[in-house]
């Protein structure tokens, strides 16, 4: 049978790609981002123990009660602000599910969305199989900071939703209160919502806070904003996010999430409310632990050739590889996988999704939600790899004079 993909353009997403790599050459992989380090005892106890006392049937398509408890509490402790635990709150499969029940709520056929390159590799996709169309404003480097002037002028009467990432994956910056500000007076006048990723809310670093769009006056009443308990909890595989918005947002919100997943594995939902009710402030010192791992690797790769500007957020750090060769991102990953068995992420398919020419750029992305032994091993084997790049280029200088 012949049919019209509808997503003709869209390759396997990079992760994937760097993974069966890593995989089928038995590389360290510290690309993808997830912990490589055991959750919470207490944690899986709970969850364990919701599955015994027969929690295994369908949960509320908005969510465990319970749990939404704990999220308005969690939010009220972090940022003030009080939610409505019935009418805000809706329990998602991953942040990646509520990204996508999201944007398929409010872009309609002929919309645009205004996003920031580099962008995560989910939004443009679910954009597109919405019938909208992204305008990508790039972030440049080193800085990696919003220009305002580009926003101002990206936006149109076919805007109807602008995406951030704050804490941004894979750049690692932290957005200030006078973004929040610029991008609330921007859109002021426009029909505009804001749908606000903050995965990364507590991995935030040296004394910064992260400023959500829930504690935002105004932004607050046009955003849906994106967390994930995979991200918080070190559960990634569990599955388990939420959306906050407000009632109406919320509304159109769920008439999608009903139908896309119904509703989130019920032990699971049961066992993160007991567990966040046993130890509210399970999160409070991640950004202080992170820190730690991210200091960690940074040092380990002090003097390698590599250069490193360290991550604001997040527990990605970028590796400015251009004093160290003249390969592109992707051909640099592939050798060093090859060659060195380490695994990173170019972050050039971060870049300008279907439309137009990615970037020529000397930067790949790391995780350092590891272990220190996973940390160790991969500064060293980044080194040798580095330093072996330039006896290379050592050998070929002599080679040509
Ligand atoms: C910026 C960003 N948004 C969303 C997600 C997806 O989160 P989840 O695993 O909860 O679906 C990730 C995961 O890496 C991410 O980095």
């Not at 936006?155 to 750049?171: A, C, D």
């Not at 896309?260 to 019920?266: G, M, P, V």
């Not at 060093?336 to 999704?353: D, H, K, L, Q, V």
Request: proline share 5%.
């Amino acid at each position: 049978m012949q049919f019209q993909s509808k997503l003709a353009d869209i390759p396997t997403t990079i992760f994937t790609t760097v993974s069966r790599r890593a995989r089928e050459l038995s590389a360290l992989d510290i690309g993808q981002g997830f912990p490589d380090f055991p959750i919470d005892s207490l944690l899986s106890e709970h969850v364990t123990a919701a599955m015994r006392e027969g929690h295994n049937q369908y949960a509320p398509m908005t969510g465990v009660q319970s749990l939404r408890e704990a999220i308005a509490s969690k939010i009220d402790a972090t940022y003030q602000k009080s939610v409505d635990v019935d009418a805000e709150i809706t329990v998602t499969c991953g942040a990646t599910e509520a990204l996508h029940s999201a944007i398929l709520s409010l872009v309609r056929s002929g919309d645009e969305v205004i996003l920031f390159d580099p962008a995560y590799d989910s939004y443009e996709p679910v954009v597109n199989l919405a019938g909208g169309r992204c305008i990508r404003i790039p972030l440049t480097a080193p800085l990696f900071r919003p220009d305002w002037e580009r926003v101002a002028a990206a936006l149109s009467s076919r805007t109807r939703l602008v995406l951030i990432n704050n804490p941004h994956n894979p750049v690692g910056t932290v957005w200030t209160r006078s973004d929040l500000d610029e991008l609330a007076r921007l859109i002021r006048d426009r029909p505009v919502a804001v749908l606000s990723d903050e995965v990364y809310e507590h991995v935030v670093f040296d004394g910064q806070q992260h400023e959500s769009v829930l504690s935002h006056p105004e932004l607050s009443q046009r955003s849906l904003a994106v967390f994930s308990f995979g991200k918080t909890l070190h559960a990634t595989g569990w599955r388990v996010g939420y959306c906050v918005a407000p009632a109406g947002l919320t509304r159109e919100f769920r008439k999608v999430h009903q139908f896309n997943t119904f509703s989130i594995s019920a032990p699971t939902q049961q066992g993160i409310a007991r567990y966040l009710e046993a130890k509210p402030e399970a999160w409070r010192n991640l950004g202080a632990f992170f820190q730690h791992k991210r200091d960690y690797l940074c040092d380990a790769l002090e003097g390698s050739g590599f250069v490193i500007k360290r991550a604001q957020g997040t527990y990605f750090q970028l590796l400015d590889f251009s004093a160290i060769s003249g390969l592109s991102d992707v051909d640099f990953v592939e050798r060093m996988i090859t060659e060195a068995r380490i695994a990173a992420i170019p972050i050039s398919p971060f870049y300008t999704g279907r439309h137009g020419p990615r970037p020529r750029l000397a930067v790949m992305r790391v995780c350092f939600a590891k272990r220190e032994q996973t940390l160790q091993s991969a500064a060293e084997r980044l080194r040798e790899f580095a330093s072996r790049l330039a006896d290379d280029a050592t050998v070929s200088d002599i080679a040509t004079t």
